[in-house]
């Protein structure tokens, strides 16, 4: 398999611009996570699907931002308009359901510069 | 609530000697507990995870991590570290049963291992 991916890697936009972040999970897998790093903040959960259904978005920072999950495989999150201070790399995560496994499957994450 | 803590922004150790990266950890009833180590630019990969039986685990690459129920403590160890074991380390925690659902992590510990 050829793990999680996420596209593009590097993203570099101007503030006010809209920002569509990709995601492919591993094939057979329920979960699917997204998260974001920053020196400030560390890694941030902002929100996980399950089965392509939100469960919890608590950590979505506020409504610039959105995330959907139209099938079991591929998943966007989008920030709109974008602000220097979403600067972060984001990363997107899946694992499958059975008790206890847990695993989470990371992707190589996006970096976002927002000028 | 679910917490995880890395005392140590920062652990030195030089090639060949042991290395331990603490974590402790609070939730409610038992623990699914977690090591995931991230390299430079790269996303996070699974190391070793406790989730019952033995409280020695013992994971990828070499390391391994003892539950300490009594200490709620999930330190990750090594017997003889490598310059290549240099990478940021994170400690996950989520309360056990149930099906698959989100992991807190801690900050992370930065080890540096030196030749």
């Known amino acids: 398999d050829a793990g999680v991916i996420q596209s593009p890697r590097h993203e570099v936009t101007e503030m006010g611009q809209e920002v569509t972040l990709r995601c492919k999970p591993i094939?057979?897998?329920?979960?699917l996570f997204w998260y974001r790093q920053t020196m400030m903040r560390g890694l941030e959960l902002l929100i996980y699907f399950n089965n392509n259904v939100p469960i919890d978005d608590s950590g979505m920072p506020e409504d610039r931002f959105s995330a959907k999950m139209p099938n079991a495989s591929f998943s966007t999150l989008k920030i709109q308009p974008s602000e220097p201070r979403d600067s972060a790399v984001y990363f997107c995560?899946?694992?499958?359901?059975?008790?206890?496994?847990?695993?989470?499957?990371f992707g190589p994450g996006t970096r976002l510069t927002v000028l | 609530a679910q917490s995880v803590a890395q005392p140590e922004d920062q652990v030195n150790v030089a090639e060949g000697n042991p290395l331990t990266v603490k974590c402790t950890y609070s939730?409610?009833?038992?623990?699914?507990l977690f090591w995931y180590v991230q390299y430079p630019n790269r996303g996070l990969q699974f190391l070793l995870k406790y989730i019952t039986g033995d409280n020695l685990v013992k994971g990828s690459y070499g390391f391994e991590a003892e539950f300490n129920k009594s200490q709620t403590s999930f330190h990750l160890k090594k017997p003889s570290a490598l310059v290549s074991d240099s990478a940021l380390y994170f400690c996950?925690?989520?309360?056990?049963?149930?099906?698959?659902?989100?992991?807190?992590f801690g900050q992370g510990t930065t080890l540096q291992v030196k030749p």
């Open positions: 996950a925690v989520r309360r056990g049963g149930g099906n698959t659902g989100k992991l807190i």
């Open positions: 094939s057979g897998h329920d979960y």
């Open positions: 995560a899946s694992s499958p359901t059975s008790p206890h496994t847990d695993t989470q499957y």
């Open positions: 939730v409610s009833g038992n623990p699914y």
